[in-house]
Each structure stands twice: as C-alpha cells, then as structure tokens.
C-alpha cells in the first residue's frame, strides 16, 4: 500500500557528496515519521538519521554535522544530504516512513529497496 524509492546513491571520493533521495507513493493518508538507515556487509542495520512530521531530527553521532535530513512533505519525499563523506560511510542506504493509510486505523511501516553509497578514492 505504500512504497519508497531510494535514489541519488552512486560511488564518491572522500571529502565529496551526494544527495539521497526517497519518494512514497500508494495509499497514503499522511506520513509520520521517516528516516534514514544504513547496513555495511557484515553489520546489522543502523540509524542514520530520522525526522517528524513537524521536522524534528535526530542524528546518529557518526554523521553530526555532516548529513542534514530533510522532508518535502507536499511532494511525499524525503531527503539526506551527506557531506564529507569517509569510506566508512559505505553501505546501503534504506529509507523508513511511518505513514497512516487509513485514519485511526491502518499505520504502516515501510522500508525502500536501497540505495549504494560507496565512498572510495
């Protein structure tokens, strides 16, 4: 009922940067809270950064003052924009939105396909 479409991933030098981008679409009353995570070969899964509906974030300390999350709720779409990258920000990147499909009733949580990021000179 509700989809999420990461894109903006690709391979970047150290020091460069790169816009992610995750669209939602489908039966979408209102979308809640969202987020960023990233998995590395060998490592569970990891929040990156997460933002409210009313804009609130939260960052883990590994990206502060280099990723900045965002939200343009009018287009459904959520945004992280990483700075500075470090080879140990290579992973895949997935997208999280708790949406409401149905008032009152129907919440979803749901997760992108994914997006690479790798960081290597």
């Known amino acids: 009922q509700v989809q999420l479409v990461e894109s903006g991933g690709g391979l970047v030098q150290p020091g460069g940067s790169l816009r992610l981008s995750c669209a939602a679409s489908?039966?979408?009353?209102?979308?809640?809270?969202m987020g960023w995570y990233r998995q590395a070969p060998g490592k569970q899964r990891e929040l990156v950064a997460t933002i409210t509906s009313g804009g609130s974030t939260n960052y883990a300390d590994s990206v502060k003052g280099r990723f900045t999350i965002s939200r343009d709720n009018a287009k459904n779409t959520l945004y992280l924009q990483m700075n500075s990258l470090k080879p140990e920000d290579t992973a895949v990147y997935y997208c999280n939105a708790h949406t409401t499909v149905v008032a009152g009733t129907l919440y979803s949580n749901s997760w992108g396909q994914g997006t690479q990021v790798t960081v290597s000179s």
């Open positions: 489908g039966s979408i009353f209102s979308i809640n809270d």
